[in-house]
Nanobody, 130 residues
Framework: QVQPVESGGDSVQPGGSLRLSCTVSGFTGNSPCMGWFRQALGKEREAVASIYTASDYKVYKDSVKGRFTISHDNDNHITYLQMNSLRPDDTAVYYC???????????????????????WGQGTQVTVSS
C-alpha cells in the first residue's frame, strides 16, 4: 500500500525555521509529483507547494513564496519542505501527498493538475507561537 509519511513537525517561535520530510512507503523509486498541504484548525485544507520531481518544476502558494522551499532528493526518494521566517498563521497540520501517474508532471506545468494527488499522509503538526 502506497503511503506518504511525514516527519519534522514541531513548535517554534515566530521567525524560526523547520524542515519537514516525506517518504513514500509501498513504492519503489521517485513519485512523479509530490505536494505539501496544510490545514489549520477550523479551516479548509490548502495547497502549500508542489513539485514535478523529474524536472524540478515547482508551484507555491503566494503567501509562502520566498519563505518556503520544496525540494526532492531523487537518490533517497525524500521530499522536503524547508520553512523559514515562520509566522503564527503558518500553524497547521501539514500533509504530504504523492501522485504516481506520470502525466501529473505535464499537467502541473500546464496548470491543469489541480492538486489531484492520489495518496496522502497522516500529517505532522507545525505550531508557530511565542
Amino acid at each position: 500500500q502506497v503511503q506518504p509519511v511525514e516527519s519534522g513537525g514541531d513548535s517554534v517561535q515566530p521567525g524560526g525555521s523547520l524542515r519537514l520530510s516525506c517518504t513514500v512507503s509501498g513504492f519503489t523509486g521517485n513519485s512523479p509529483c509530490m505536494g505539501w498541504f496544510r490545514q489549520a484548525l477550523g479551516k479548509e485544507r490548502e495547497a502549500v507547494a508542489s513539485i514535478y520531481t523529474a524536472s524540478d518544476y515547482k508551484v507555491y502558494k503566494d503567501s509562502v513564496k520566498g519563505r518556503f522551499t520544496i525540494s526532492h532528493d531523487n537518490d533517497n526518494h525524500i521530499t522536503y519542505l524547508q520553512m523559514n521566517s515562520l509566522r503564527p498563521d503558518d500553524t497547521a497540520v501539514y500533509y504530504c501527498a504523492a501522485e504516481l501517474d506520470g502525466s501529473c508532471g505535464v499537467k502541473m506545468v500546464a496548470g491543469t493538475f489541480n492538486d489531484d494527488f492520489a495518496f496522502w499522509g497522516q500529517g505532522t503538526q507545525v505550531t508557530v507561537s511565542s
